[in-house]
């Protein structure tokens, strides 16, 4: 009777067959292969880290986006007529799609470093084409409809740039585990060359980065100005109905030094609060009026306008997830919300002792108070109550007639021009506010604010730059930030800088060395040696595994006819010649 003993004993690779088989589906060990991938394999390699960086340029965008989120809602609006929140699907876009891409790309990573071949499954090649031209349709949506905020990239970089440096180069120094065992375990080519180049010039741009950047925290915590003050953008509107009474008191409740208000001219020369050209978002124009709901909100007389409803909207549209906040009562107050006169903000704010700011917008040339409205807005002014010196006055013509007046420009002017137009504050987007300008500006004594505000990263770096004064939509938040979210000297900026760089040096060069010893190592392997060194310290089962290893590797490199190879196991022998195995 011929005893069998099985000649191929497997050790399990888990983790493999974990990674081999959620990335390309090979879940056995015969359906995976070592050998070099292909190139068509190595082109969706290229795919795939292109969709992760372009996610990963997405991901970032909307994230110090969340600045202007109101901006984007209203630029949706204008265009389809509709009031709702669109950065919610297109957060959760990114993030399922960023998780996804990174996902795999790690499972790839792991591919190269285990040796194993890349074969992505084709259920996956479809995702990942999916998500790159939703990403690539994102970004030409944007760039269309709200092409200005690309600004906020630069802006951010100023609060972001020294923490992206970090994660940039631990990111790329453990990427250099991969590309040393590919440039030092292959024969030199050409290929391999051009991509040890690359990456070293990768290296030494990352390492250098840091003479680039431009950020206002970084600086001696004893040059600190004071903390800016926060003026109510429209009131609080992410607490209660804009330009309402309820919220420009939300907004003093919160801290607000300030109100800030857009002022639109009745056609009976009564002075209200409106944002939009219609009336349509912000009432229930198209319930009383409905023919004349696309109208002009200055075509309306003051009897009309006071007749609409401008609360209602914002219980119903929840605009910003706040309204579960609200209690019985703040939602009935909010609900019984009219639209408020300039007369009526200006009286709260006398009474609180704060300023106001208006920009106000000219009426039509058609309109029956094109040529009086700023007399309307003066008597407003006046009839308020509040003191002239505390009223800040933003449009740019009939600035003689308003002498009393703050003066303001909403522009960035040369200090030539600020001294001829007898303006003493500017009112800047964040995005033409630099750090350059504001020092400018502050040491010819011209007051600077800057608008939107509302996040507090953006809040912190102004208030490293100097800036006296921001507008925002979100005191509530502001109120919140004591201090900088980060301050540091450049004395302690650079030696973070300079031993990040030199400890990641030391990993790189370390990595590269400790990879060409491992190669050289493999590469002096004898099976017939480590079999004999290891058949006296191993189980069976080990033993086992080795003949395989051996027998395998003598087969690769060619038996001739004449040779052959006996292995004694515990019981019985195994005899391989040219014919094949016999007991």
């Known amino acids: 009777m011929v005893k069998h003993q099985p000649l191929q004993v497997y050790e399990k690779q888990v983790f493999v067959s974990f990674v081999t088989g959620i990335y390309g589906c090979r879940w056995k060990r015969y359906q995976r292969s070592q050998d070099d991938s292909s190139r068509w394999e190595c082109t969706w390699f290229i795919i795939l880290c292109s969709s992760f960086l372009l996610l990963l340029f997405w991901a970032y965008f909307w994230s110090v986006a969340q600045n202007d989120f109101n901006e984007f809602n209203l630029s949706v609006y204008n265009r389809s007529g509709v009031w709702k929140d669109e950065t919610i699907p297109l957060l959760a876009s990114t993030t399922v799609g960023f998780s996804y891409i990174t996902f795999l790309l790690i499972l790839a990573l792991f591919h190269i470093s285990l040796g194993q071949q890349l074969n992505l499954y084709w259920v996956h090649k479809i995702g990942v084409l999916a998500t790159l031209l939703t990403t690539i349709s994102g970004v030409i949506t944007v760039d269309d409809i709200w092409r200005d905020e690309w600004d906020i990239l630069f802006v951010s970089l100023q609060a972001t740039a020294p923490f992206l440096h970090i994660g940039a180069l631990a ?14 375990r292959r024969e030199r080519s050409n290929f391999q060359i051009m991509v040890l180049l690359v990456y070293a010039l990768v290296l030494v741009a990352l390492y250098l980065a840091p003479l680039t950047f431009n950020c206002p925290c970084v600086m001696d915590r004893h040059s600190l100005k004071p903390r800016p003050d926060i003026i109510g953008r429209r009131g609080a509107p992410m607490l209660a109905p804009e330009h309402t009474l309820v919220s420009f008191n939300r907004a003093l409740q919160h801290g607000a030094s300030s109100l800030e208000a857009d002022v639109t001219i009745s056609v009976d020369g009564v002075p209200f609060l409106m944002r939009d050209r219609t009336l349509r978002r912000t009432t229930d124009v198209s319930k009383i009026f409905p023919a004349r709901q696309l109208d002009d909100a200055s075509l309306f007389n003051w009897t ?11 219980l119903e549209s929840d605009p910003y ?15 019984n919300q009219t639209v408020c006169s300039l007369t009526e903000m200006l009286r709260l704010a006398s009474r609180a002792n704060v300023s106001a700011l208006l920009n106000i917008r000219k009426p039509l040339p058609e309109h029956p108070r094109s040529r009086n409205w700023f007399m309307d807005t003066l ?13 800040t006055w933003t449009p740019d013509t009939d600035r003689g007639r308003v002498r009393g007046l703050q003066q303001a420009a909403n522009e960035k002017l040369s200090l030539e021009e600020i001294r001829q137009r007898g303006i003493t504050s500017l009112t800047l987007h964040y995005s033409k506010a630099s750090h350059g300008d504001i020092q400018e500006y502050l040491a010819n004594n011209v007051s600077v604010t800057v608008y939107p505000v509302n996040e507090p990263w953006l809040y912190s770096i102004l208030w490293c730059s100097g800036v006296p004064s921001v507008s925002s939509d979100a005191p509530q938040v502001l109120r919140k930030v004591p201090y900088p979210i980060w301050l540091m000297s450049q004395n302690a900026y650079n030696f973070i800088w300079i031993s990040s760089d030199l400890l990641s040096l030391i ?16 590469q002096n392997y004898n099976p017939e040696q480590i079999m004999l060194s290891a058949v006296s310290h191993r189980t069976s089962r080990d033993v086992n595994i080795m003949k395989e290893k051996l027998i395998l590797s003598e087969l690769n490199n060619g038996l001739s006819s004449t040779e052959e190879l006996s292995l004694y196991p515990e019981n019985g022998y195994a005899r391989y010649s040219h014919g094949g195995p016999s007991r």
């Open 321 to 335: 997830w706040t309204v579960e906040t609200l209690t019985a009562r703040e939602r009935s107050r909010i609900g």
């Open 507 to 522: 990993i790189v060069i370390g990595i590269f060395c400790f990879q060409k010893w491992r190669m050289s190592g493999m």
């Open 171 to 184: 990111t790329v120094t453990a990427v250099s585990w991969l590309v040393a065992g590919y440039v030092i």
């Open 379 to 391: 008597w407003a002014v006046q009839k308020s109550g509040i003191s002239q010196k505390r009223v």
């Open 304 to 314: 009309e306008i006071r007749s609409l409803n401008a609360g209602q909207w914002f």
